[in-house]
């Protein structure tokens, strides 16, 4: 266990809906990194937030946000949903100086 | 120049033998190459990581193999386990940044 917690663990919707995925990273853990995982374009950087604010952004369409709130969760939201957003969404966070992102156990969003 | 090239894609290893998975990447500027481990279902898990100042470094039966030069480097698993079997992923990261994944491979270690 990584003591990365993601909420849902599993989400179908459908296309054109909008959802929301949640993080609670690690404790003390100020930042925090949201990644795609698909079958097609493996494992892919989207968003990562330090202490609230957005530090860097990746291949994070413009229909998918995301934010950190003052207790440190984030999340991610994802609008307009196409079929290809069917995918695995990871959480991982990181010490303010640290290099090891732990991972959370990952949302499984299925878009029909 | 931000990719890192992984291969295999897949593997099959007898029980007892010696895994290895090559990664190969161009921007320089990387600093720091973790390797994840991960299981069908579950989140990437952190196996074991290397900087650029060292060329080798060994956890248990896990070793990771670092070419500066050639920008290269490699995990080594030796005395395979059928618990092994997973998805090994390795990655590259500039500071305390983004992680940019090498595209897996799929390691299979036959009893």
């Known amino acids: 266990d990584s003591g990365v917690t993601q909420t849902p663990k599993h989400l179908i919707t459908a296309t054109g809906q909008r959802v929301t995925l949640r993080c609670s990273p690690r404790s003390g ?10 079958l097609d374009q493996g494992l892919q950087f989207l968003i990562q937030y330090y202490n609230g604010e957005e530090r860097a952004k990746g291949n994070i369409l413009e229909r998918f946000s995301a934010q950190q709130f003052p207790d440190l969760h984030s999340e991610l939201n994802l609008s307009s949903l196409e079929l290809g957003d069917s995918a695995l969404y990871f959480c991982a966070s990181s010490v303010v100086q640290g290099e090891t992102q732990y991972f959370g156990p990952g949302t499984r969003l299925l878009v029909l | ?61 896990f070793t990771i193999s670092f070419n500066k030069s050639a920008k290269q480097f490699s995990l080594h698993i030796m005395d395979s386990q059928p618990g092994d079997s997973a998805t090994y992923f390795c990655a590259a990261s500039t500071g305390f940044q983004k992680l940019v994944f090498g595209t897996g491979t799929r390691l299979l270690v036959s009893p």
């Open chain 2, 1 to 61: 120049q931000q990719q890192v090239k992984q291969s295999p894609q897949s593997l099959i290893v007898q029980k007892g033998g010696i895994s290895i998975i090559n990664c190969a990447y161009e921007n320089t500027a990387f600093d720091y190459f973790p390797w994840y481990q991960q299981f069908p279902g579950k989140g990437p898990a952190l196996l074991i990581a290397i900087r650029p100042d060292v060329s080798e470094k060994k956890e248990g039966r």
């Open chain 1, 29 to 38: 853990d100020l930042s925090v990194y949201w990644y795609q995982q698909s």
